[in-house]
């Protein structure tokens, strides 16, 4: 089978999706992107690991790593192989003992898996074919707008013009409290403020 290595773009979520989020994939040798749509919990662990923040308790993708490492495996790669009824089927490849074994997943698992452990993420090429688009170049410059949208509408924008340093401090007592109240999904966006924040005070 052929395949193509993609990496994770983005993510953002939308109404007409009706609370899901739209994960999107970019082709690492090639302009071609596939968006996907997952679930919140999901979205919300695999922005939690792309971010860096780390919960107090293990999610189920953390356990899923924890007993894959405990277990003396590997997750070699994901690959997404499969599209039917215009939903996505997965599979994660695991080493143990030198004997490799594909277990079918969600696209969603296996990608927060996979962030978790540096494993690379595969397309079949059939279903890269039938699936993805080509951005036009209006597109590509787009996305970080996009983004951004997305957090003004969480209603978390509506800091006080006060020094980038307070601003930082406020947000780090947020995210500390956020953390402690496991609400993940509050923290990852306030950790995309304290690094936007940062960035433009270099």
């Known amino acids: 089978m052929e395949k193509v290595q993609?990496?994770?773009l983005g993510l953002s979520s939308s109404p007409s999706t009706g609370g899901a989020y739209a994960l999107l994939l970019k082709e690492s040798y090639g302009i071609r992107r596939l968006p996907i749509i997952i679930g919140s919990f999901e979205a919300q662990s695999i922005a939690l690991e792309i971010e860096g923040i780390k919960p107090p308790r293990p999610l189920t993708h953390d356990l899923l790593k924890n007993m894959v490492d405990n277990l003396g495996?590997?997750?070699?790669?994901?690959?997404i192989d499969e599209l039917?009824?215009?939903t996505f089927f997965a599979k994660?490849?695991?080493e143990v003992s030198t004997i490799s074994n594909n277990i079918d997943s969600r696209p969603s698992d296996a990608?927060?898996?996979a962030v978790r452990t540096g494993a690379p993420i595969f397309v079949s090429e059939d279903v890269m074919s039938s699936a993805s688009f080509i951005p036009s170049s209006e597109d590509t410059g787009e996305e970080e707008k996009d983004l951004a949208n997305d957090l003004r509408a969480t209603g978390e924008s509506n800091l006080r013009e006060t020094s980038k340093e307070t601003q930082v401090?406020?947000?780090?007592?947020q995210l500390r409290e956020s953390i402690e109240k496991e609400d993940y999904e509050r923290a990852a966006i306030i950790r995309d403020k304290i690094n936007k924040l940062k960035g433009t005070s270099n």
């Open 169 to 173: 401090a406020s947000l780090q007592d």
């Open 6 to 8: 993609v990496e994770i």
């Open 111 to 113: 990608i927060a898996l």
């Open 73 to 79: 495996g590997t997750v070699k790669e994901v690959i």
């Open 84 to 86: 039917s009824d215009n």
């Open 92 to 94: 994660i490849n695991v």
